[in-house]
């Protein structure tokens, strides 16, 4: 049933044909390759109606892809399905097929060899850095017997290539370096103490020809608050000064590991017979095209800043191991199947400089980073601390107050949060960072009103103190926003029939409300919401062509800042028409916390 016949270009001529009767092609899937992969073919709602006298008519053919060499596409009343065309490097197929499998994480010491190609590739890249021994990080484990690891002490005049480990904690480690033990484990850590996943990572650094290795658990004291807070503001420098990272992209806890197989991405490839054009039957190997699996490791807040400072990344994934470097992120043997070619990373300054890119390069980081887990909420800002420091580089006349640049007022403050609510203190409330979950930055604004953008406020104040000087891109303890702008009072309005509740002008006590008197739309910051209609303070800071856009206050009781009234945020809104905006407002001096 299966014969591709060639032309001198390597193109399959289209194969059409009509099926068997459904029931007789379920029973040859059992043995015929071809029959299984049409069978997967139709969705399974489709399965449920059809009768076992039912065919089907097929063409299959195969196409050349830019970027996945040679793939099969199926066409068939239930739509088109390619698939990508691999070959083993052991079969005959191999001269014609130049695509490969991906390399799995239990193949280390191939990992390993590729590895190896992959940094001297790097090497010839224009965007990458050049590697070069960096001075050890405070402390690193000497993996150079991975059955005997211990904790060596460095000093500044210690300069070596090392690796560093990204992983997920996803549990308590009992184990963990603290004032007590410290002594012992330069001498010598017993492997049972030692999690699979910082196992596996000694394993790595150790085939790689390293010696060190920097995992956060081992390598800062854990019961020692100001030794963490001495290292947790160093770990920027520690990964973008790594000779490559380590990432354990697919393990779920530290127990867990990432150099074995993962069976839920165990894909078994459909095998088809494949006549090459010079004659001999060799044997292809099919695989859907569908999307990577999501890795544990996405979802950690602290793990984004760890790759992207990185210079270079290996990254054992659930499905392939991958080499990730300023200039690209492929698997490491070139394979280009279930491949996430858009990854979040930082502007490369020499090739991205101009302002536009650089600004949607920090609003995307925030966007990947805001909806990303943390185990301390309190984290917040100093997860994201090493990304802004990169970001100061590139801005060194802005300031950076509480997760904010001074340069992006005020459009920067027109942030949208997607629903989470305040659990403890993190940052003043016009930060993103004052919420514990995602938000959309304001760039929506400019995509969408660029050309008619106004500005209605001028910013006189902003300031945070900082909870330890020595950390300026970290947690914060207080804050203060000033703005001159136009003012108004509005009725916050619950309505069920509204994904966002209204806003109203002020009436009399006892007034009615109509369509009339509605102004625009709240965007909550929290989840928390009145059952009934609330007063609140609206101020302005920009106009579009047809909208006003600005912040939802309401005032904070019992305080008050140079004899005014104190503001909180509490969500943003927008007015359209921005007419809307012209009467029963003043311009004033407002104090925001």
Same mark, same amino acid.
């Given at each position: 049933?299966?014969?591709?016949?060639w032309?001198?270009d390597?193109?399959?001529?289209?194969i059409?044909?009509?099926?068997?009767?459904?029931?007789?092609?379920?029973?040859?899937?059992?043995?015929?390759?071809?029959?299984?992969?049409l069978?997967?073919?139709?969705? =399974?709602?489709?399965?449920?109606?059809?009768?076992?006298?039912?065919?089907?008519?097929?063409?299959?053919?195969?196409?050349?892809h830019?970027?996945?060499?040679?793939?099969?596409?199926i066409?068939?009343?239930?739509?088109?399905?390619t698939?990508?065309?691999?070959?083993?490097?052991?079969?005959?197929?191999?001269r014609h097929?130049a695509?490969?499998?991906?390399? +799995?994480?239990t193949?280390i010491d191939?990992?390993?060899s590729?590895a190896?190609?992959?940094?001297?590739?790097?090497?010839?890249?224009d965007?990458c850095p050049?590697s070069a021994p960096a001075?050890?990080?405070?402390?690193v484990l000497?993996?150079s017997d991975p059955s005997?690891?211990r904790?060596?002490?460095?000093?500044s005049?210690?300069?070596?290539y090392y690796?560093?480990?990204?992983?997920v904690?996803?549990e308590?480690q009992?184990?963990?370096?603290?004032?007590?033990?410290?002594?012992?484990?330069?001498?010598?850590?017993?492997q049972?103490?030692?999690p699979?996943?910082?196992?596996?990572g000694?394993m790595?650094?150790?085939?790689?020809? /390293?010696? @060190?290795?920097w995992v956060?658990?081992?390598?800062i004291?854990?019961?020692?608050d100001?030794?963490?807070?001495?290292e947790?503001a160093?770990?920027?420098?520690?990964?973008s000064?790594?000779?490559i +990272?380590i990432i354990?992209?697919?393990?779920?806890?530290?127990s867990?590991?990432?150099?074995?197989?993962?069976?839920k991405?165990?894909r078994a490839p459909?095998l088809?017979?494949?006549?090459?054009?010079d004659?001999?039957?060799?044997?292809?190997? /099919? @695989?859907k095209?569908?999307?990577p699996?999501?890795?544990?490791?996405e979802?950690?807040a602290?793990?984004l800043?760890?790759?992207?400072l990185s210079?270079?990344?290996?990254l054992?994934?659930?499905?392939?191991?991958? @080499?990730?470097?300023?200039?690209e992120r492929?698997?490491i043997n070139?394979?280009?199947?279930?491949l996430?070619?858009l990854?979040?990373?930082?502007?490369v300054? +020499?090739f991205d400089s101009?302002?536009?890119?650089?600004d949607?390069?920090w609003?995307g980081?925030l966007?990947?980073?805001?909806?990303?887990?943390?185990?301390?909420?309190?984290?917040?800002l100093d997860?994201?601390?090493?990304?802004? =420091?990169?970001f100061?580089?590139?801005?060194p006349?802005s300031? @950076?107050v509480?997760?904010?640049w +001074?340069?992006?007022?005020?459009e920067a403050?027109?942030w949208?949060?997607?629903g989470?609510?305040?659990?403890?203190? /993190?940052a003043?409330?016009?930060?993103?960072?004052?919420v514990?979950?995602?938000?959309y930055?304001?760039?929506?604004?400019?995509?969408?009103?660029?050309p008619a953008i106004?500005v209605?406020c001028?910013v006189?104040?902003?300031?945070?103190t900082?909870k330890?000087?020595s950390?300026?891109?970290?947690?914060?303890?207080?804050?203060?926003?000033?703005?001159e702008?136009?003012?108004?009072?509005?009725?916050?309005?619950?309505?069920?029939r509204?994904?966002?509740?209204?806003?109203y002008r002020?009436k009399?006590?006892g007034?009615s409300?109509?369509?009339q008197d509605?102004?625009g739309?709240?965007?909550?910051?929290?989840?928390e919401?009145?059952?009934?209609?609330?007063?609140?303070?609206?101020?302005?800071?920009l106009?579009?062509?047809n909208s006003?856009y600005?912040?939802?206050l309401?005032p904070?009781?019992?305080?008050?800042?140079?004899?005014?009234?104190?503001?909180r945020?509490?969500?943003?809104f927008?007015l359209t028409p921005?007419l809307?905006?012209?009467?029963?407002?003043?311009?004033r001096?407002?104090h925001?916390?």
């Amino acid at each position: 049933m299966w014969a591709v016949v060639w032309d001198e270009d390597l193109r399959g001529k289209d194969i059409e044909f009509r099926t068997r009767r459904w029931a007789e092609l379920l029973e040859s899937a059992n043995s015929c390759q071809l029959c299984r992969l049409l069978c997967m073919d139709i969705p =399974e709602e489709w399965k449920e109606t059809l009768s076992t006298d039912d065919t089907f008519f097929v063409k299959l053919g195969f196409r050349r892809h830019t970027l996945h060499g040679l793939v099969l596409q199926i066409e068939a009343h239930m739509g088109s399905r390619t698939y990508f065309v691999c070959a083993t490097e052991d079969n005959v197929s191999a001269r014609h097929i130049a695509t490969r499998e991906v390399v +799995t994480p239990t193949d280390i010491d191939t990992c390993i060899s590729y590895a190896f190609k992959c940094v001297e590739g790097c090497s010839n890249h224009d965007k990458c850095p050049r590697s070069a021994p960096a001075t050890l990080p405070t402390r690193v484990l000497d993996c150079s017997d991975p059955s005997q690891p211990r904790l060596i002490i460095s000093d500044s005049s210690m300069r070596e290539y090392y690796v560093a480990l990204s992983y997920v904690w996803g549990e308590d480690q009992p184990y963990r370096t603290t004032v007590e033990n410290i002594d012992s484990y330069t001498i010598l850590i017993d492997q049972s103490f030692i999690p699979k996943t910082i196992r596996d990572g000694i394993m790595v650094t150790h085939k790689l020809g /390293l010696r @060190y290795l920097w995992v956060d658990s081992f390598c800062i004291m854990q019961d020692s608050d100001d030794d963490k807070a001495q290292e947790i503001a160093k770990i920027r420098t520690y990964f973008s000064h790594a000779f490559i +990272t380590i990432i354990a992209a697919s393990a779920e806890r530290v127990s867990e590991g990432f150099l074995h197989e993962r069976p839920k991405w165990n894909r078994a490839p459909i095998l088809l017979p494949f006549r090459c054009p010079d004659g001999p039957i060799g044997t292809v190997r /099919l @695989y859907k095209d569908e999307v990577p699996p999501y890795e544990a490791i996405e979802e950690r807040a602290w793990c984004l800043e760890e790759r992207v400072l990185s210079p270079r990344c290996l990254l054992f994934c659930s499905h392939a191991v991958q @080499y990730e470097c300023p200039t690209e992120r492929k698997n490491i043997n070139g394979s280009p199947l279930l491949l996430e070619i858009l990854s979040t990373q930082l502007p490369v300054t +020499t090739f991205d400089s101009d302002p536009e890119t650089l600004d949607r390069s920090w609003h995307g980081l925030l966007l990947d980073y805001t909806g990303r887990k943390l185990t301390k909420p309190k984290d917040k800002l100093d997860a994201f601390g090493g990304i802004a =420091e990169f970001f100061h580089g590139l801005w060194p006349d802005s300031r @950076y107050v509480a997760g904010m640049w +001074t340069h992006q007022f005020p459009e920067a403050l027109l942030w949208i949060s997607k629903g989470e609510t305040r659990t403890v203190y /993190l940052a003043p409330s016009w930060s993103w960072a004052a919420v514990d979950g995602a938000i959309y930055s304001s760039t929506f604004i400019k995509d969408f009103d660029a050309p008619a953008i106004t500005v209605l406020c001028s910013v006189k104040r902003c300031e945070a103190t900082l909870k330890r000087k020595s950390n300026p891109y970290g947690e914060v303890t207080s804050g203060l926003l000033v703005l001159e702008a136009c003012f108004m009072q509005a009725i916050w309005e619950p309505d069920p029939r509204n994904l966002w509740p209204l806003l109203y002008r002020v009436k009399e006590d006892g007034e009615s409300y109509s369509v009339q008197d509605h102004l625009g739309y709240y965007f909550a910051d929290t989840t928390e919401f009145w059952e009934t209609r609330h007063e609140v303070s609206l101020v302005a800071l920009l106009e579009s062509n047809n909208s006003v856009y600005g912040l939802v206050l309401i005032p904070v009781q019992d305080q008050e800042v140079d004899g005014e009234k104190v503001y909180r945020r509490i969500g943003m809104f927008t007015l359209t028409p921005a007419l809307k905006w012209s009467s029963n407002t003043s311009n004033r001096t407002i104090h925001i916390v």
